[in-house]
């Protein structure tokens, strides 16, 4: 099987009047008084689109920050976006931060992109895809899965034999395989999480977004580190000289796990396969 992923595609409206209340109001100084929105860009959103298409994939999975501050405008060109990918091809998604801004945000996701909980599985070619939604809206933009969803989890695990995709927007480890660090801006249970994943022997991979430069690392495990892949930012814009460029990767899966893993970064013009193999380029 053939699992394109995709991840902070970021997509940036300026909010209306009445949308700059609570938490967005900074995220809008931050975005557009700030310069961040400078960091995105429609050229790499609409060639990562083309690109992921090219692929084939026979599932596409995103990780979520689809959008930069949860607008009303930003789920509509989002999902306009990724709408010739969700036509043609299977596609589940998690939120990100960025898309859980408001409470309404929430509802407006799942309208958008799919249906979303705390732990979903996606059966597809012989692996089970599960999917860990850990985002709510917080001013600290903290992530949490809780106990009722560590002990799905746990249960969702033990109740099946095939092998397991997990995916989660924030980090379980950081990219010198440390734990994932701040105290806000990432999964307050993220240990917790891994701890319930290390005890299943069928967890094959973790793939996961927010950190927007891509790495690969490991999560610990007796003589059996598990894969744990952040393509990095799909919406990024090209700045060469700032080594910065959107990325997205294709998994190959097969029965006994993680066969290989491709990775793509925009050259500016379109997607080509990273120089070196994934992640090798230090891009
Ligand atoms: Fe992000
Ligand atoms: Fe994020």
Do not use: K, M, Q
């Given at each position: 099987m053939r699992v394109a992923h995709i991840t902070d595609v970021h997509v940036e409206r300026a909010p209306g009047v009445g949308e700059l209340f609570n938490k967005r109001l900074a995220g809008a100084v931050n975005l557009y008084l700030l310069g961040r929105h400078q960091h995105f860009s429609p050229a790499s959103q609409s060639a990562l689109v083309k690109a992921v298409a090219e692929v084939q994939p026979d599932l596409v999975l995103c990780t979520g920050d689809l959008t930069a501050t949860?607008?009303?405008?930003?789920?509509?060109?989002?999902?306009?976006?990724?709408?010739?990918?969700?036509?043609?091809?299977?596609?589940?998604?998690?939120?990100?931060?960025?898309?859980?801004?408001?409470?309404?945000?929430?509802?407006?996701?799942?309208?958008?992109?799919?249906?979303?909980?705390?732990?979903?599985?996606?059966?597809?070619?012989?692996?089970?895809?599960?999917?860990?939604?850990?985002?709510?809206?917080?001013?600290?933009?903290?992530?949490?899965?809780?106990?009722?969803?560590?002990?799905?989890?746990?249960?969702?695990?033990?109740?099946?034999?095939?092998?397991?995709?997990?995916?989660?927007?924030?980090?379980?480890?950081?990219?010198?395989?440390?734990?994932?660090?701040?105290?806000?801006?990432?999964?307050?249970?993220?240990?917790?999480?891994?701890?319930?994943?290390?005890?299943?022997?069928?967890?094959?991979?973790?793939?996961?977004?927010?950190?927007?430069?891509?790495?690969?690392?490991?999560?610990?495990?007796?003589?059996?580190?598990?894969?744990?892949?952040?393509?990095?930012?799909?919406?990024?814009?090209?700045l060469p000289e700032r080594k910065r460029t959107a990325h997205f990767c294709v998994y190959e899966l097969d029965g006994n796990g993680l066969s290989a893993v491709e990775r793509y970064a925009f050259d500016g013009e379109r997607f080509v396969p990273e120089v070196g193999g994934a992640f090798q380029s230090g891009g």
């Open positions: 949860a607008t009303t405008a930003e789920f509509a060109a989002a999902a306009a976006l990724v709408a010739p990918l969700r036509s043609r091809f299977p596609w589940v998604a998690i939120p990100g931060n960025h898309d859980v801004y408001t409470d309404e945000s929430v509802g407006r996701f799942a309208r958008s992109f799919g249906p979303t909980a705390p732990v979903r599985v996606h059966a597809a070619g012989g692996w089970d895809v599960v999917l860990v939604d850990v985002c709510h809206p917080d001013w600290l933009s903290r992530g949490w899965l809780g106990d009722a969803g560590l002990a799905d989890l746990e249960a969702t695990l033990a109740g099946g034999t095939a092998p397991v995709l997990l995916a989660i927007h924030y980090p379980l480890r950081d990219r010198r395989g440390e734990r994932y660090g701040p105290s806000t801006r990432a999964c307050i249970d993220a240990e917790a999480i891994e701890a319930v994943l290390v005890r299943f022997p069928r967890v094959r991979l973790v793939v996961h977004g927010h950190e927007h430069h891509g790495y690969r690392t490991e999560l610990p495990r007796d003589g059996d580190p598990i894969a744990s892949i952040d393509p990095g930012a799909g919406g990024y814009a090209h």
